[in-house]
Each structure stands twice: as C-alpha cells, then as structure tokens.
C-alpha cells in the first residue's frame, strides 16, 4: 500500500469514528415552562433533565427555560414549530392551540369541581388528543393536573359583577377570552405572563386568575390582598416534545425518558395539591385576605357561568362537540361516584 493510500484509509477510518461518536455523543432538548423559578414545579424539571442525562443510549441534556422566559404559551409553540425549542410544559389551554379539543379540559370556569372530575374526563379525552398531537408534530410524555385557579384581586371581590368591574389579566395572545369577556362587561387587558406582576403593582390590572402556588412564587401576593376561594377553573397540562426530536432519540433513551417524565408528572401533581394550602397559608401570615364562598355565593357563580359564559364559550373558545362530551361524562362521573365529585 502506497503512503497516500495509507493517509486516505487513515482519513477514512478517522471520519467514520467521528460520525460514529457524533451518532452516540448527547442531543440538548430545550424546554420552556410557565413554572416560576424555583417553584417545586421548576426543581421537578430539574430532577428530569437529570434522569434525561443519564438515560440509556447517550442520554439528553436538557435546559430549561422557566418562568414564562420564552413567551406565553402561544409564544413557546411557535418556537416550538421553527425548531427554536424542542420541548415544553403546556397547560391544556396551550395544547388546545394545537388540537382544540383539549381546551375542554381547563378552558370552562366552574365546570369542574373537582381533581378527580379532571381527571376522569381526561382519561376518556387523552387517546383522541394525543393522536391529534402526534398528527402535528407534538408527542405528550405525560399528563399532570396542578389544582384549581383562583382570583386574585387588590379590592374584595365576591360575586361576578365584582370581578366584572375590575381591569382582569389575560393572556395577550387569548383573543377569544378578551372577545368573550368584552361581550359580557368586563374588562379584559392582554399582557404577557412576565409583566404580571408589575401590571398588578401599577394598577394596570387589577385581578388575576392563577394557582396560589403560583401566586405566592411569582410575588402577586405583594401586589393583591384577597383571593376568592372559588374553585374557577382547572389548571392541568402535560410535557410535549417535538416529534421529529422525539423520533431522532434511541429507543431505550426514549422508553428511559417517559418514564421519567411520567414520573415528574406525578411529582408535580402531588406538588400541587400539597402545596395549595400552604401557599394560601404563607400568603395569609403576609396579609392576604381569604374569602369563603357561601353556597348562595356559590349558586349565583354557576348560575353566572351556566346562563352567561358557557353560551358564549361553546363552539368559540371550545369546540362544541367537546363540550358536550365534557358534560356528558361529568354526569356519568357524578352518578357512579354518588354526589356531585366534590
């Protein structure tokens, strides 16, 4: 063999363990998610990218983005769809701007009244959902339910035509609940999650709906001095790869990181409901102001959600056949269990 030969098959064989070694060498998943920094949610993705990392097969390094760094939801997903993150925690609003369906599960206030209602009906919604995601370049890991939002305002507000009268935060990018709220008096301002707190503090909003977890993480308790303590609507979601990335991962990282993800889910929605009380405790001891609802208070809220939002919301913000299903199966959920789920 000549002495070039020898250099070309040195060549060769140099570029092929290089390729073989960038096949094994680690992939980076980034991941935005709404939980504040250092939440038990945060420290929980945390804990997954390290099992993430030491999956079999070469194992992912995962970033995380949180506290709403990367935008809203609608933000995230279109980084998302450009391939500027590969990965994210969407609350089932955010996967409804993907496969509306899912907008059933968190979409209608006072719908649910309880965890277990969630997630009976989600159980039933999850296959159709999931296939849709997929159809779209979406894998869901897991699924978790967080709790319930509250109202969070700066003046007492115990009735729908308290809150009606305030300036109400919303999600900049959630023109079919600004359209909505606009249409039945109230007073929607869209902003970025990221501002809420200031928007709170300058008085530019004056009542926010959020986990009091959330609350307490994100600071709104300086800002705002009662809560309702009204079960307005479910806060659940799941954790989502793309599926090009998803598909591009060895098998045994993949079966190796669902579990884990599974495994955080879990985490998170024991988080949440441990977690409820004693935020809404420590907000207290700081001056926070909870008021009970009464069950005429309560009447009066569904009959408001009943006769007043879910005409508006059926077949706008949630599409009607989901709905109706959603209906559907809470009345079979309250028959088995033998009450209203509460």
């Known amino acids: 063999m000549s002495s070039r030969s020898y250099k070309n098959l040195l060549f060769c064989c140099s570029m092929l363990a290089f390729v073989c070694s960038s096949a094994v060498a680690q992939s980076t998943i980034r991941l935005a998610s709404l939980a504040p920094q250092g939440s038990s949610f945060h420290r929980i993705l945390l804990k997954m990218g390290q099992d993430w990392k030491a999956a079999p097969g070469g194992g992912?390094?995962?970033i995380v983005y949180p506290g709403g760094v990367m935008g809203d939801e609608v933000a995230v997903i279109k980084r998302l769809r450009v391939g500027q993150l590969q990965a994210a925690t969407l609350t089932s609003a955010g996967i409804g701007e993907i496969d509306p369906e899912a907008k059933a599960l968190e979409e209608i206030p006072l719908m649910y009244h309880s965890i277990a209602e969630v997630d009976y009906v989600r159980q039933h919604l999850q296959a159709s959902i999931e296939h849709n995601m997929e159809e779209r370049g979406f894998v869901v890991l897991a699924w978790s339910t967080l709790g319930f939002a509250k109202h969070f305002s700066k003046?007492?507000?115990?009735?729908?035509?308290?809150?009606?009268?305030?300036?109400?935060?919303?999600g900049e990018n959630d023109l079919p609940e600004?359209?909505?709220?606009?249409?039945?008096?109230?007073?929607?301002?869209?902003?970025?999650?990221t501002t809420a707190l200031q928007a709170l503090q300058t008085g530019m909003v004056e009542e926010v709906p959020t986990l009091p977890e959330f609350a307490l993480a994100s600071q709104y308790n300086t800002a705002v001095t009662n809560m309702l303590d009204l079960k307005w609507a479910p806060v659940s979601g799941a954790i989502v790869v793309l599926k090009k990335t998803w598909d591009g991962l060895p098998e045994a990282s993949r079966d190796a990181m669902r579990k884990s993800a599974v495994t955080a889910a879990a985490d998170m929605q024991t988080a949440g409901f441990s977690e409820?009380?004693?935020?809404?405790?420590?907000?207290?001891?700081?001056?926070?102001?909870?008021?009970?609802v009464t069950p005429q208070m309560e009447a009066q809220w569904q009959k408001f959600a009943a006769d007043v939002i879910w005409p508006k919301m059926r077949g706008t913000m949630v599409p009607a056949d989901a709905f109706d299903q959603v209906q559907q199966l809470l009345v079979e959920y309250r028959k088995k269990s033998g009450g209203s789920g509460l």
Do not use: C, E, Y
Not at 157 to 169: G, N, Q
Not at 178 to 193: C, D
């Open 155 to 170: 003046q007492p507000a115990l009735l729908p035509a308290d809150f009606l009268r305030m300036k109400m935060f919303v």
């Open 276 to 292: 409820d009380a004693a935020a809404v405790a420590a907000m207290q001891k700081r001056g926070l102001q909870v008021h009970a």
């Open 178 to 193: 600004i359209k909505l709220l606009n249409s039945i008096g109230g007073h929607p301002v869209g902003l970025n999650w």
């Open 60 to 62: 992912v390094t995962l």
